[in-house]
């Protein structure tokens, strides 16, 4: 029921894209994404509640594909404070309010 | 317009104490979630729980530990008898029901 996130781990210079994806072997009704820095609180930075819909958030954005379970975040032209562990979160199509976080992907960002 | 609190932000505890963590969610939020997260790992669903009322528990070890959302006051996830190994950081979020999940800073349990 834990989504899987890929890659595990990133390591960019600054200004480089990356896109981290995260899926589900169950049909979602909503994905969450997180952004957590070292010894700090997840940080919320978006929802994404329908299929094919696509967020974005500064140069950061997502989309959802609901027939494929899988959503991917992509980050263009990423800065320093775009460093730290990326969470997705998954609420199942039951709508039990529970959101169930993968493992997170820890991307770096060199100057 | 204050966020998530939690208290205590650091707990150390001796292995057979007692540990009590604290959670006020944001103004206007009824549900309360508990996650705790291992060193260098995810975030893991204990518990959610409505005013009065647990929802979820179904990530909460059956043992010594039990959390609360009294009608007034803060949210409680309650551990005794600690052991080495319930050495974590311990986060709560809270929602108005309408999906987003906003977290406090949590707590680091240290039991030595």
């Known amino acids: 029921q834990q989504p899987v996130q890929s890659p595990q781990a990133v390591i960019l210079r600054e200004g480089e894209d990356a896109v981290i994806n995260c899926s589900s072997s169950?049909?979602?009704?909503?994905v969450h994404w997180y952004r957590q820095k070292h010894g700090e609180a997840p940080v919320f930075l978006m929802i994404?509640?329908?299929?094919?819909e696509q967020k974005g958030h500064e140069k950061i954005s997502a989309s959802f594909n609901e027939k494929k379970q899988q959503s991917s975040l992509y980050l263009t032209a990423s800065q320093l404070s775009y460093s730290g562990t990326y969470f997705c979160g998954t609420e199942l199509l039951n709508r039990d309010d529970k959101i169930i976080f993968g493992k997170g992907t820890r991307l770096h960002i060199l100057p | 317009n204050a966020g998530v609190m939690q208290n205590p932000r650091h707990l150390v505890r001796r292995r057979g104490q007692e540990a009590r963590l604290r959670c006020s969610p944001m103004?206007?939020?009824?549900?309360v979630y508990w996650y705790r997260q291992l060193p260098e790992e995810g975030l893991k669903f204990m518990v959610y729980?409505?005013?009065?009322?647990?929802?979820?528990e179904s990530g909460m070890p059956k043992e010594r530990f039990s959390a609360e959302f009294p009608k007034e006051g803060p949210s409680i996830l309650r551990i005794q008898q600690v052991v080495r190994g319930d050495s974590a950081a311990y986060f709560c979020a809270s929602s108005s029901g309408t999906d987003t999940q906003y977290f406090g800073p949590g707590t680091r349990l240290t039991v030595l």
């Open positions: 729980l409505q005013k009065e009322n647990i929802i979820d």
């Open positions: 169950k049909a979602l009704y909503s």
């Open positions: 994404l509640l329908k299929g094919g």
């Open positions: 103004k206007g939020h009824s549900h």
